[in-house]
């Protein structure tokens, strides 16, 4: 039995409210919760307009200055390439870390406008403090004509630490956009409507390809300035930038649709577990046989979906089960510790279906990092000219994997898709979890292939015998490994923020966004702990390790390996943990219905009711 609101014959009378409930979904459609838009109602695409523009602007600040950080750090603070990568690993794990707090803070407490307005001032600052550390000459370590730069004088201790100081900036930054720019975008759509959910639709699409113009921007265009004409020209376009996407981000504030902070989700899922636990002894039958009443009230009016119960982790449905004493005479519930909704209770499950599938994507990812650290290490020591005077820069190799996403994603859309949908049935081809899969499998083939190219490249050099280590040899012998990880991001990443938007309850989006930087974070640490452990035991009894900064006396090959060995198992682990997914059903709340499937077990057709 599912007591509702007080029309199930219930003694417990509940108030009328205007919003539905597992049997009426209906709506008044002027009816707003005190968390939904307030303040301004306009939204829609012209407050659209200033945040895309605010987000292209910001990127290219941030990415630009980043894209080419390997170089920087080698060249003019003279770092070794291992100590490189670890600073370049560490930094990006923690800056993929402080996404998860900016959610929280954004949804607490100061609303999604607030968290981006002062990670945005702190972003500009971090930018204005790395360039610095290349306009001063206080601030770096002076310039060394050695064709050598690691055997050059490195930073001292206050030059890296204002280097540091701009990073912990840049993360603080990355920390209230990232996380909340996607969502607050999606406020400014009306998602009960048709029309804000082709927009919704439309905007992820713009997202998207703002995105990967900028990347193709800041990996050439940028890369080229700051590596053939100055490092201080190069990183003050893209403050420059940073600053003008401050500019535009509030020109647009009486535009924006405003949306409250609702409370920290963290309790609601405390809650449950609380709940469940206090309940622990209670005895629930296999099948709903009414012996048992469901707290079920109608679900808030920002509440698009509205969850079914499903029989998963049914431990913790014991938190929506009404006993004596657990309602108020007005129907709510006493003690929000031993009572939770329904709602509540599905919430908290898709967030332990998810949470094993989401650790698989951290391996596959630890892959493509070293797109930014060795590869770059590689394209450094080999031939990149294009034409008698044009020199590749190698912080631009990464555009491969870029133009190899444009490419494939317009033929796997309008070609593959309906190929497979001939096959297997399903509406998009393949499952997401099937798409996250194959991307796995691309990321291992591309670490094969780079360990091969590695070897062909390190015997070509040996043998060439150039005392600065050059090899004669095109630098366009790292493209497939290159075009096999664009495979994989093609398949892989979209195939994973699809997944968490999608299996995440809607108020819970800042936190599917971080928890997807959180994945990022994951590689990263991985990877600096791989690059340390092999750096320290791969060598020894007079032999170099395989990492040695000296890459002909090094084994960067069987690095490469190494990853991929690891993708294997993880390819094993996540087949088995998507093997028996449950993908999360609900029903649509609001004037519009959208018709969707509902597969429900990866491996099934069936739908769990």
Not at 232 to 239: A, D, M, V, Y
Not at 374 to 386: C, E, G, P
Request: with cysteine.
């Amino acid at each position: 039995m599912v007591l509702m609101d007080g029309r199930d014959g219930s003694s417990s009378p509940q108030p009328k409210m205007d919003a539905v409930d597992s049997n009426n979904q209906k709506r008044s459609s002027d009816s707003f919760s005190d968390a939904e838009k307030v303040e301004n109602k306009r939204g829609g695409w012209r407050a659209v307009t200033f945040i895309l523009g605010n987000e292209t602007l910001e990127r290219l600040g941030t990415i630009g200055l980043l894209s080419n950080f390997m170089v920087y750090l080698t060249r003019v603070f003279h770092l070794e390439q291992v100590n490189a990568a670890n600073v370049i690993n560490i930094w990006f794990g923690f800056t993929n870390l402080t996404p998860l707090v900016g959610a929280f803070i954004s949804d607490a407490y100061v609303g999604r406008f607030k968290t981006i307005a002062f990670a945005s001032f702190a972003t500009l600052l971090g930018l204005v403090t790395l360039t610095l550390t290349a306009s001063l000459p206080q601030l770096h370590p002076a310039t060394c004509n050695s064709k050598d730069p690691v055997s050059c004088s490195g930073p001292n201790k206050l030059q890296f630490g204002i280097l540091l100081l701009g990073l912990v900036f840049l993360s603080i930054g990355t920390g209230g956009i990232r996380p909340c720019s996607i969502p607050f975008g999606v406020d400014q759509f009306d998602q009960r409507t048709e029309e804000g959910v082709k927009g919704v639709a439309s905007f992820f699409n713009w997202y998207y390809l703002t995105f990967t113009v900028v990347l193709l921007i800041t990996q050439t265009v940028v890369v080229y300035i700051q590596d053939q004409v100055s490092w201080i020209i190069g990183f003050s376009i893209p403050t420059g930038l940073m600053a003008c996407a401050l500019v535009m981000f509030f020109a647009g504030m009486r535009l924006y649709i405003y949306v409250k902070p609702e409370g920290s989700i963290f309790s609601s899922i405390a809650q449950v577990i609380v709940a469940a636990r206090k309940k622990r002894k209670m005895k629930l039958a296999a099948e709903d046989d009414g012996t048992v009443t469901y707290y079920d009230p109608p679900v808030k009016d920002s509440v698009l979906h509205k969850l079914l119960r499903s029989n998963q982790f049914r431990f913790l449905d014991k938190a929506a089960v009404i006993k004596e004493g657990d309602l108020t005479p007005e129907g709510v519930p006493a003690n929000k510790w031993r009572l939770c909704s329904i709602q509540e209770v599905e919430e908290v499950k898709c967030l332990i279906r998810i949470v094993p599938v989401w650790s698989a994507g951290i391996i596959s990812l630890t892959a493509m990092s070293q797109q930014g650290t060795f590869t770059v290490s590689q394209a450094l020591k080999m031939d990149r000219h294009m034409g008698p005077k044009f020199e590749i820069p190698a912080g631009s190799l990464s555009v491969i994997s870029l133009l190899t996403i444009g490419v494939f994603l317009p033929l796997y859309d309008r070609v593959l898709v309906s190929f497979l949908r001939r096959i297997t049935g399903h509406k998009s081809g393949i499952t997401l979890l099937q798409r996250i899969g194959t991307g796995i499998v691309f990321a291992i083939l591309s670490m094969i292939v780079a360990g091969l190219v590695e070897r062909v490249r390190r015997t070509r050099s040996i043998n060439a015998g150039d005392p600065t280590g050059m090899t004669p040899m095109s630098v366009f012998w790292l493209s497939p490994q290159l075009i096999l990880m664009g495979l994989c991001e093609a398949f892989n990443i979209i195939g994973q923020i699809e997944f968490f938007n999608s299996q995440f309850p809607e108020h819970m989006r800042s936190i599917a966004n971080a928890l997807f930087s959180l994945s990022f974070a994951g590689s990263s640490y991985l990877s600096s702990v791989l690059v340390t452990v092999v750096h320290k035991f791969s060598g020894g009894h007079e032999r170099p390790d395989w990492l040695n900064k000296n890459l002909n006396a090094g084994k960067l090959d069987y690095f490469y390996y190494l990853i991929a060995v690891l993708g294997v198992v993880n390819l094993v682990y996540f087949w088995y943990c998507a093997r028996g997914y449950r993908y999360k059903v609900g029903s649509q709340m609001g004037d519009f219905k959208e018709e969707k499937s509902c597969s429900d077990v990866e491996m099934s057709s069936k739908c769990n009711k």
